[in-house]
C-alpha cells in the first residue's frame, strides 16, 4: 500500500521528543488518520495489550518512536532498565505489527550503537564490526536487536520494515534534565542557569573534546515520512546532518547565541563517550532524501520552546 493522506499511522512513543515532531510533521503535511496512544493508556511492555491494540486498530503503517532513551549517566546506571525495557517495546510493536498484516514499518535506532572505535564517517556496514561504547552497551544491543528483527522479517516475512539510524538529536520537547538528559539540551539549560543566576562559571561534562554530529529533530520526522513513501532495497539507512563539532564547540556556540563568557571548568570524573560518531548519510542522499535545518535556526527554534517551558 503506498502512503496516502488517508492512511492509518501509528506513531508509537507520540508524547517524547521525536514522537511529538513526528506528529507535528504528519499533521502539518495533512495526514488525516495517525493512531496515537498513551503510556496510561498503553504500556508498550505489555505484550498481550500491545498486540490486541495493533489487531483492533490495524494501522497502515507504523513508527516506533518509543523507547527507554537517556544520556550517559542514566545510560550506564540503568543498563538493566534500558536493555530490558527496550527490547521489549520494541519487539513487542514489531511482531504484533507482523501479526496485523503490518507491511512497512519504521524503527528508529541511533548513531551510539556503533562500535566505539569505527571508521569515520560511519557507514551502516560498520554495525556490529566492534567492540561497543561501555556506557550505552545494554541500550546498544537492544537497539541492534531490533534491527535485525526488521532485517530478519523482511528476509523471511517479505516485510518493509526499515531502521533509520539518526544522529544526536535536538529540539522541541527535549529532556532538560541534568541527570538524564543528552549533552546539547544539557548545555542548554546549563547556560540559561547561569545566566539566569549570575554564575561566572558553567562546568562540562568530560573534556569537551568529543565530537559529536547534531541534527534537528524535524528532520528525522521529514525522513520518516520520505522514506515511509519509498520503497528501499536497504533495512538500514543513516540519517545524519553533517553538522559537526566538539562538545566544547557546541558550549561555545551555544553562549555566543545566548551572548555570554562563561568561564568554563570540565568535570573529568564523568565519561567522555565515544570520541566521535559521525555518520555517513550518502545512501539516504542516494534515496533523494537530506536534512533541511542548519544548527543556528534549530538552535533558536529549540531555545524559544525552552525558555516557553521554564516560564511556564
Ligand atoms: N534523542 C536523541 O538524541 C536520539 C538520537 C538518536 C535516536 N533517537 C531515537 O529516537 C527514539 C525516540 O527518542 P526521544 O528522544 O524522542 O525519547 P523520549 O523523548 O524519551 O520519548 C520516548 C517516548 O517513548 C515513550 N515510552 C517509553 N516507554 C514506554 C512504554 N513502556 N510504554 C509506552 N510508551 C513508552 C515515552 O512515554 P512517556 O512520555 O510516558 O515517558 C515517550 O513518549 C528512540 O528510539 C531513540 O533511540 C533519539
Request: proline share 3%.
Amino acid at each position: 500500500m503506498q502512503l496516502n493522506k488517508k492512511s492509518k499511522i501509528f506513531i508509537a512513543g507520540h508524547i517524547g521528543m521525536v514522537g511529538s515532531s513526528i506528529v507535528r510533521h504528519f499533521k502539518k503535511k495533512g495526514y488525516k488518520n495517525l493512531i496515537l496512544i498513551n503510556r496510561k493508556n498503553l504500556d508498550l511492555i505489555d505484550q498481550k495489550k500491545t498486540y490486541l491494540f495493533i489487531k483492533k486498530k490495524k494501522p497502515d503503517f507504523v513508527i516506533i518512536a518509543a523507547a527507554k532513551v537517556g544520556g550517559i549517566s542514566v545510560n550506564s546506571e540503568q543498563k538493566a532498565k534500558f536493555i530490558y525495557e527496550n527490547i521489549m517495546i520494541q519487539t513487542n510493536l514489531i511482531h504484533s505489527s507482523f501479526l496485523a498484516g503490518v507491511k512497512k514499518l519504521i524503527f528508529l535506532g541511533s548513531s551510539c550503537i556503533y562500535p566505539k572505535h569505527s571508521k569515520q564517517p560511519i557507514k551502516e556496514e560498520y554495525l556490529m564490526t566492534g567492540k561497543l561504547e561501555e556506557t550505552n552497551d545494554a541500550y546498544s544491543v537492544a537497539k541492534i536487536a531490533g534491527f535485525k528483527m526488521c532485517e530478519s522479517y523482511n528476509k523471511q516475512y517479505k516485510t518493509n520494515y526499515i531502521c533509520l539510524m539518526p544522529t544526536n538529536l535536538y529540539g522541541p520537547n527535549d529532556n532538560y534534565n541534568l541527570k538524564t538528559s543528552h549533552f546539547f539540551p544539557a548545555l542548554i539549560a546549563k547556560t540559561h542557569l547561569a545566566i539566569k543566576k549570575n554564575l561566572k562559571m558553567i562546568k562540562i561534562w568530560g573534556d569537551g573534546t568529543p565530537k559529536r554530529e547534531l541534527m534537528y529533530v524535524d528532520d528525522l520526522a521529514d525522513a520518516c515520512e520520505f522514506f515511509l513513501k519509498k520503497k528501499t532495497k536497504h533495512s538500514l539507512i543513516n540519517i545524519g546532518s553533517g553538522e559537526e563539532k566538539s562538545i566544547l564547540g557546541y558550549y561555545k556556540f551555544i553562549a555566543k547565541k545566548l551572548n555570554v563568557n562563561l568561564k568554563i571548568s570540565f568535570d573529568k570524573k564523568k565519561p567522555n563517550g565515544t570520541l566521535r560518531k559521525k555518520l555517513d548519510s550518502s545512501l539516504a542522499k542516494k534515496y533523494g532524501w537530506k536534512s533541511k535545518y542548519n544548527l543556528s535556526k534549530g538552535f533558536d527554534l529549540t531555545y524559544k520552546d525552552y525558555i516557553k517551558k521554564v516560564n511556564s
